[in-house]
């Protein structure tokens, strides 16, 4: 299985519009990667690797400090949005078989002007480049769905007007900078990975990594790893997605191994993970009734709920 790279330049961020035969080649090489692999490559996109690694940069000098400096910032601590902020080492378990995930995360959840952030010493602009991100990063989504409804001869406002309060907290889409810190695999859990096997539970998932490490499972039920290619971004379909779609997209299960023995290396990566508004009711878009009508936002508390554990 390869997972298709497709140029995106005729849409690029900073194009105004595009034109309907560049639209039309574009459903169509998504459309197949969409509905045969779940993955693609993305170039051309017009957010530049100097952007992802501003980011990455600052968010590392933020993972590097001692943990009682990071637990103000703690996921659950703010009231407008409770998955906005610092998810520390082994908290999660994306897959809930498995130990805790030897990562940590920092999830920009929410722009709110009351929300507190990292703002000390080599950290001041911490905010700027996470917010400024996000927004790059919300109208690269909102093309990429207006491309896909096209690829499914669908009108664009069924995907864009489920998607008009990004950046709110009565929509659940969240940019996560990830950090593998180095790993002693012989003091690791048994069964204990970076990032538990796992699908996304939104739309759609922007990827942007570092270096190698992520892994995704074929049809046949093997994973096989996947290249990180500079300048592109790795888009995959969600939960979500797959049932809007009635599986004509499909979401795929992927993993982050342990390095190999004797890797002392870090890993990063950014995750963009966009989610529909809370209050819209996601059915299937070609009439049936293959899967019940769900609330993005009840669906996403459900999914966290087996992440993180009941509250």
Not at 37 to 54: H, K, M, P, S
Not at 110 to 117: G, M, Q, R
Not at 144 to 163: I, K, N, Q, T, Y
Not at 288 to 298: D, E, F, I, L, M
């Amino acid at each position: 299985m390869n997972i298709p790279i497709v140029d995106f330049g005729a849409y690029r961020l900073s194009e105004k519009d595009v034109a309907d035969e560049q639209l039309q080649s574009l459903s169509t090489e998504l459309k197949s990667a969409f509905t045969d692999v779940g993955f693609a490559f993305l170039r051309n996109t017009g957010i530049t690797q100097e952007e992802v690694d501003c980011v990455m940069d600052i968010s590392k000098k933020f993972f590097l400090q001692p943990d009682e400096l990071k637990q103000p910032f703690s996921r659950k601590s703010f009231v407008n949005n409770p998955n906005h902020g610092w998810v520390s080492l082994e908290t999660e378990r994306l897959n809930p078989r498995r130990p805790g995930d030897l990562k940590e995360s920092f999830n920009t959840a929410s722009l709110h002007p009351d929300i507190k952030w990292p703002s000390s010493g080599s950290l001041k602009s911490f905010q700027e480049f996470q917010t400024s991100f996000f927004l790059r990063c919300k109208e690269l989504s909102l093309r990429l769905l207006r491309v896909m409804a096209h690829s499914l001869g669908l009108d664009p406002e069924v995907f864009l007007s489920a998607h008009r309060l990004i950046g709110t907290d009565k929509n659940g889409t969240t940019l996560r900078s990830l950090y593998y810190p180095p790993v002693n695999c012989e003091k690791a859990k048994e069964g204990q990975l970076r990032c538990g096997e796992h699908s996304d539970y939104g739309s759609i998932t922007l990827l942007f990594q570092s270096s190698e490490g992520l892994q995704v499972r074929t049809r046949s039920g093997e994973f096989i790893p996947v290249p990180c290619i500079p300048g592109a971004i790795l888009i995959n379909i969600a939960d979500l997605m797959q049932r809007w779609t009635s599986d004509q997209f499909i979401s795929v299960l992927h993993r982050v191994l342990l390095p190999p023995v004797g890797d002392s290396g870090t890993r990063q990566s950014l995750a963009y993970f966009v989610q529909p508004d809370d209050e819209a009711l996601i059915t299937c878009c070609d009439g049936s009734n293959k899967y019940p009508p769900v609330t993005a936002g009840a669906y996403l508390t459900e999914r966290f709920n087996e992440t993180y554990g009941r509250s």
